[in-house]
């Protein structure tokens, strides 16, 4: 079993920049894949990037390539989210999630566990 919390959010202003943490309890995390999404007010929740098991590979929804970078710290069981550039649309909460795979995938359906979220409100 996978427990996942994350960590860093908060407000900021559009423009400016969060780092958002998610630290993993459990044997399998260097083994797994990791995947964060967001979930806005009125709004299904959304792939935002994943990491593949090595942190060799990544993959970012076109809507925040070139702002975010996702990382991970095997040895610290931990994969982060850095922000920059923040949009006014980027306000969500933000979920951390365990991939069943070494590789990535952006469908819900190949992620077993879930953090309970951190809320990112980015005011224009």
């Known amino acids: 079993q996978v427990q996942l919390v994350e960590s860093g959010g908060g407000l900021v202003q559009a423009g400016g920049s969060l780092r958002l943490s998610c630290a993993a309890s459990?044997?399998?995390?260097?083994?797994?894949?990791m995947g964060w999404f967001r979930q806005a007010p009125g709004k299904e929740r959304e792939f935002v990037s994943a990491?593949?098991?090595?942190?060799?590979?990544?993959y970012y929804a076109d809507s925040v390539k070139g702002r975010f970078t996702i990382s991970r710290d095997n040895a610290q069981n931990t994969v982060s989210l850095q922000m920059n550039s923040l949009k006014f649309e980027d306000t969500a909460i933000y979920y951390c999630?365990?991939?069943?795979?070494?590789?990535?995938?952006?469908?819900?359906?190949?992620?077993?566990?879930w953090g309970q979220g951190t809320q990112v409100t980015v005011s224009s």
């Open positions: 459990g044997r399998t995390f260097s083994s797994r894949a």
């Open positions: 999630a365990s991939l069943r795979t070494l590789e990535i995938r952006t469908d819900t359906k190949w992620y077993d566990y």
């Open positions: 990491i593949n098991w090595s942190g060799t590979s990544t």
